[in-house]
C-alpha cells in the first residue's frame, strides 16, 4: 500500500509569514493525526480527526495554527502568522481505525525553519 | 505533555550486542507501543504490547511490560548497523491520544 504522503519536504519561512502543509494519508484510513517534533524531542499531538471531524485538538495553539481535513481525507496544517519557536518537523500520521489497537503509520514530516 | 519517558537518552554498542531500552509512564494504560525512526524519515510502528499482556516477541525484539512498575523495556537482540536509530515508547490511555516520550537515541558501531 502507498504510505503517508506529506509536502513540502522543507520549508523556510521568516518570522510572521504564514504556512501551510498538506497530507495525503493511506487510503480508506479514518483517522489522520498531525503531531510536531522539535528536534530532540519525541512527537507532540496538535490534533486529531476521525473522517473529517476533529476529535482533540486540545494541544493545537488555535491562535496561530489551524487545521482541516477535507471530505475526510487530505488534511492541511497552517501556521499564521509564524513564530521562531514553530521550527519543528511536522508530522501526519494516519491510521485505520480509532481503536487502541491501531498502530500510526507516518509520513516523512516537513521540516520548517522559521528564521 | 509527555507521559513514557525513555532511558538512556542515548546508547551506542557494537554491532552484534543486545541493545536494551527502557520506557517509564505514570497513569494506567491500555496499551504501549514502540516505534523507530531513522534520520530525517517518519516513526516507523515496531510492536504493540497490551495492558494484560507481559511479553511480545517480534523476530529480533522482545518488549516486556510490568503495569504494577508502569514499565516497559524493549530488547534488540544481536544488533545491525541498520538498527541505528531513535526509540520512542508511546501510550495510549483507553481511547485517548497516542503520547510519545522523548526517545532513546541508539548508535550502533561497525
Known amino acids: 500500500e502507498a504510505g503517508v504522503a506529506q509536502s513540502p519536504r522543507y520549508k523556510i519561512i521568516e518570522k510572521r509569514q504564514s504556512v501551510a502543509f498538506w497530507c495525503n494519508p493511506i487510503s480508506g484510513h479514518a483517522t489522520l493525526y498531525w503531531y510536531q517534533q522539535i528536534l530532540g524531542q519525541g512527537p507532540k499531538l496538535l490534533i486529531q480527526?476521525?473522517?473529517?471531524?476533529?476529535?482533540?485538538d486540545s494541544q493545537l495553539p488555535k491562535d496561530r495554527f489551524s487545521a482541516e481535513r477535507l471530505k475526510g481525507v487530505d488534511s492541511t496544517l497552517k501556521i499564521q502568522p509564524a513564530k521562531l519557536e514553530d521550527s519543528a518537523v511536522y508530522l501526519c500520521?494516519?491510521?485505520?481505525?480509532?481503536?487502541?489497537?491501531?498502530?500510526?503509520?507516518f509520513g516523512n514530516g516537513t521540516r520548517l525553519t522559521v528564521t | 505533555s509527555q507521559q513514557g519517558e525513555e532511558d538512556p537518552q542515548a546508547l551506542s554498542i557494537q554491532e552484534g550486542e543486545n541493545a536494551t531500552m527502557n520506557c517509564s509512564y505514570k497513569t494506567s494504560i491500555n496499551n504501549l507501543q514502540w516505534y523507530r525512526q531513522n534520520s530525517g524519515r517518519g516513526l516507523v510502528h515496531l510492536i504493540l504490547i497490551r495492558s494484560n499482556e507481559r511479553e511480545k516477541h517480534s523476530g529480533r525484539l522482545r518488549v516486556t511490560l510490568d503495569t504494577s512498575k508502569k514499565s516497559s523495556s524493549l530488547l534488540i537482540t544481536a544488533s545491525r548497523a541498520a538498527d541505528t536509530a531513535s526509540y520512542f515508547c508511546a501510550t495510549r490511555q483507553g481511547a485517548q491520544k497516542l503520547v510519545f516520550g522523548q526517545g532513546t537515541r541508539l548508535t550502533i558501531n561497525p
Open positions: 500520521a494516519s491510521s485505520s481505525l480509532t481503536g487502541v489497537g491501531s498502530p500510526l503509520h
Open positions: 480527526f476521525q473522517n473529517n471531524g476533529v476529535v482533540d
